[in-house]
């Protein structure tokens, strides 16, 4: 059983209601981290959705912090739009056409940004995301992966071909993949400081997107300079090491 808040947000042009929730932190079963920083609890990206297209007028609006009284917690006496109606704006994650129209629907999102940096670097993050969500899942192809019990043969072989095809369609998108890197690479590092809080998640997240780029040189160079090993510098180190450039799963 999930543990949910359910939140509802009202369109600032045509006052629709939108439905959503947020899985509370301290009630998550299962945590699974990526090499890219993206995470699921439950089966849920942590990151808020900032960016949300209106499914009734079409209206594009930004929530920089779901908080009172952008959001309210209380059921409006209207009619609510659920949550799969304008969750990453009603993309279907089943199959990869919708993970490409994911895509689409931020590089669209950063033709109208008009220069503001910080939405810049979060559409960025989240379309390097949304690109490796193609390939994401690849430990899924595995023999081990059948033995562990975790999908009946049809449903893994099913997948298995789903896979095998979002690895194609990420090929196809090279080029587009490494300039969002590029571009992302770029805001991380004039963003942050020594002195900031999130200076060191952001240095990770460079090493990863050396690493993912293809540039391990570069990714050594950084990881050469932080002291600590955790299990998830490690682990990065050990793929860059092996010249792998694929997003892997970390934790889960
Ligand atoms: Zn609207």
Known sequence: MINFDTFYIRCPRCGSHLEGHLVRSELVNKSVLFSDGKTLNDNYITEPQKLIICPACSHWYWIEKYEEPVVSYEKPDATVYNWNHWRFFGVHFNNNQGKIALVNHYK??????????????????????????????????????????????????????????????????????????????VLLKSRYTPDDEE????????????REMGEYGEAQKILNTIPRRTHYIARIEREVKKKHDFVFLVVG
């Not at 449903?155 to 590029?182: C, P, Q, S, T």
């Open 108 to 185: 669209k999102a950063l033709e109208i940004l008009n220069g503001d940096r910080d939405k810049e670097l979060y559409i960025r993050r989240l379309m390097w995301w949304a690109f490796n969500d193609l390939v994401r899942n690849n430990y899924q192809r595995t023999l081990k992966y059948l033995m562990s019990g975790q999908m009946s043969f049809n449903v893994w072989r099913k997948n298995r071909m789903k896979l095998h095809e979002g690895r194609i369609i990420f090929r196809k998108f090279r080029d587009d993949y490494v300039a969002n890197m590029r571009e992302l690479l």
């Open 199 to 210: 200076y060191e998640a952001s240095m990770l997240e460079i090493i990863e997107l050396y």
